[in-house]
């Protein structure tokens, strides 16, 4: 009985491991782009970015969190365009430590989506737009 317990919670331990290790998809090393991360991601799970210059405007639909390294810079492709735009559906996303520069604005939230921002920089948005804070949150 105590071996079949043990192997048990060894089992249970193994697939938790595994299915923790899967909640977080990492740049670049699971995907090439943080868009390719974020397109994959399912509602709630975590993007991991590492330190690099990326060169992307991105769209976030669904909830989720993004969090980079300490030195991770974001150039939008198209600098008509925000840099981070997030959906209608995505209704929390959390954006931490991601340097965003450059562009016509540095996030969009549309609808009743909302949006936190911390430790991330931005340009100013003109308009009906959301602007990341440095060192603060914003909602729409």
Same mark, same amino acid.
């Given at each position: 009985?105590?071996? #079949?317990?043990?192997?048990?919670? %060894?089992?249970?331990?193994?697939?938790?491991? #595994?299915?923790?290790?899967?909640?977080?998809?990492?740049?670049?090393?699971?995907?090439?782009?943080?868009?390719?991360?974020?397109?994959?991601?399912?509602?709630?799970?975590?993007?991991?970015?590492?330190?690099? #210059?990326?060169?992307?405007?991105?769209?976030? =639909?669904?909830?989720?969190?993004?969090?980079?390294? %300490?030195?991770?810079?974001?150039?939008?492709?198209?600098?008509?365009?925000? %840099?981070?735009?997030?959906?209608?559906?995505? =209704?929390?996303?959390?954006?931490?430590?991601?340097?965003?520069?450059? $562009?016509?604005? $540095?996030?969009?939230?549309?609808?009743?989506?909302?949006?936190?921002?911390?430790?991330?920089?931005?340009?100013?948005?003109?308009?009906? =737009?959301?602007?990341?804070?440095?060192?603060?949150?914003?909602?729409?």
């Amino acid at each position: 009985m105590t071996k #079949t317990v043990g192997c048990f919670f %060894t089992i249970l331990l193994a697939v938790a491991v #595994t299915l923790v290790g899967q909640l977080t998809l990492y740049v670049p090393d699971d995907y090439p782009t943080i868009q390719a991360a974020i397109d994959t991601a399912k509602p709630w799970q975590s993007v991991y970015v590492k330190a690099n #210059t990326y060169c992307e405007n991105i769209v976030i =639909r669904e909830s989720l969190v993004i969090s980079a390294e %300490t030195g991770t810079v974001m150039n939008p492709f198209d600098v008509d365009k925000p %840099t981070i735009t997030v959906g209608m559906n995505a =209704r929390h996303v959390l954006i931490n430590s991601l340097n965003v520069q450059g $562009g016509s604005c $540095g996030l969009v939230v549309v609808g009743v989506a909302q949006a936190h921002a911390y430790d991330a920089f931005k340009n100013p948005c003109s308009g009906p =737009r959301t602007n990341l804070l440095e060192g603060g949150d914003d909602e729409n």
